[in-house]
């Protein structure tokens, strides 16, 4: 150790029982208080691998209230913890505690969305990417401890312009991640990252099908229209053409875009359940649309066809891997064999086929527009949440002039028999 125990500075090696510490007092502290944490997260010197540190255990927490302060502070008094009101930051609730191996957890508690809160996590992370300023850092707390060992205070003050100087770095790369995620979108139409996201074509030609079916057919109904994008582009539509939006911004966007053309747009609501009459429709489409194939057989006519172009259950699935997040649990199952035994006991398959694509980013902006129009890829993401695994993901795209993922897309064209 740096330091002698009678000393008030003391650093230590980086030591990753720090990690295991933080586990177990985090634990400790959901079981308190876990009805008003939004989110924890170990922030300060010993969250960052190779930092020397002084052994105190850094804990932020943000917080869904603020209100019932006092009775989280008794909560946390009970499990050993010292109160220390705000300790000089307005806005916080600050605790102390020590264990018997005289390691120290300071935890720092803020009411959810506090631009403290978010200067630790940007801090942090910055800094467990750039590994540059991390011995940076190292360096300068040991030339200050050279100095100030027996001066806390001025040890603190010390390094003050580093902490400036990197939360600037952190907040300028966090706002222009924020930009590019925070662009409008706008029914199902990517013109944003045209030239910065590819996609390769499936070998089918999904319009160009249903074009073939349409000189036979009275009444069509398109799912999940989306803006109305694909529906529109379809040449001898008939006149009883009708679509489907669930997602409540696209429908007003589908109404116009598609009211020149006399197409009705109904709004459904979450459940597949089609608010539409018993055999109406000659054909129904679906592009990338979830179903319930008891209702398309059900609006169906007799000899009614299906036609639906799917994207697999694993969509992008090296995406969530880089990010360190699973793909979404709910679609995992989701392919063309599930696909044919589920919809088989309701129509007669004619035709299916699967293709896997590569989907390529050029750049970490084209990344977060797709997160932020594809919301499922990764549910509730956050710039925050995910923002040191982001600065590694455009470190790698710079590096290696892009990133590839893998896409799955299904065909299948099913008729109404019985």
């Not at 696209?250 to 020149?260: D, E, G």
């Amino acid at each position: 150790m740096l330091g002698c125990k009678n000393k008030i500075v003391q650093l230590k090696p980086y030591d990753k029982l720090w990690i295991e510490l933080y586990e177990s007092e985090k634990n400790k502290i959901i079981n308190q208080i876990d009805n008003y944490i939004v989110s924890i997260e170990h922030i300060g010197s010993t969250s960052i691998k190779n930092l020397i540190a002084k052994p105190i255990i850094d804990i932020v927490i943000s917080l869904n209230s603020v209100k019932k302060y006092k009775k989280i502070a008794r909560k946390m008094v009970d499990i050993g913890y010292e109160f220390k009101g705000e300790g000089g930051i307005s806005g916080r609730l600050f605790f102390i505690k020590q264990d018997s191996s005289r390691t120290y957890f300071h935890v720092h508690a803020f009411i959810n969305g506090s631009q403290e809160y978010i200067n630790h996590i940007l801090f942090r992370d910055y800094l467990r990417v750039h590994h540059l300023y991390t011995d940076d850092y190292s360096k300068l707390k040991l030339q200050l401890f050279e100095k100030f060992e027996n001066d806390r205070l001025a040890y603190t003050e010390g390094k003050n312009e580093f902490i400036k100087k990197i939360l600037v770095k952190a907040r300028n790369k966090y706002e222009k991640y924020q930009k590019e995620y925070n662009q409008p979108f706008k029914g199902w139409d990517f013109s944003y990252i045209k030239k910065r996201m590819t996609n390769e074509e499936v070998d089918w030609k999904y319009q160009k099908i249903i074009e073939k079916y349409l000189p036979n057919i009275n009444c069509l109904l398109d799912m999940g229209t989306g803006g109305g994008e694909v529906l529109s582009s379809i040449k001898g539509l008939p006149l009883c053409t009708i679509a489907t939006e669930g997602y409540r911004p696209n429908v007003s966007i589908a109404k116009k875009k598609l009211a020149s053309l006399g197409i009705k747009v109904v709004r459904v609501n979450k459940g597949n359940q089609l608010p539409l009459q018993n055999n109406k429709f000659d054909l129904v489409i679906n592009r990338h649309e979830s179903y319930d194939p008891k209702e398309v057989y059900r609006v169906l006519t007799p000899n009614g066809i299906f036609i639906t172009q799917q994207v697999g259950g694993k969509e992008c699935h090296e995406l969530n891997d880089f990010l360190g997040t699973h793909c979404n649990l709910e679609y995992d199952f989701w392919n063309l064999s599930y696909a044919i035994n589920q919809i088989s006991d309701y129509l007669k398959i004619s035709e299916s086929k699967t293709q896997y694509l590569q989907t390529t980013f050029l750049d970490i902006g084209a990344v977060l527009y797709y997160l932020k129009a594809v919301m499922w890829q990764i549910p509730q993401f956050t710039v925050l949440e995910y923002f040191e695994k982001l600065i590694l993901l455009e470190q790698y795209i710079s590096e290696n002039k892009k990133f590839t993922c893998t896409s799955e897309r299904f065909l299948i064209i099913g008729r109404k028999t019985k």
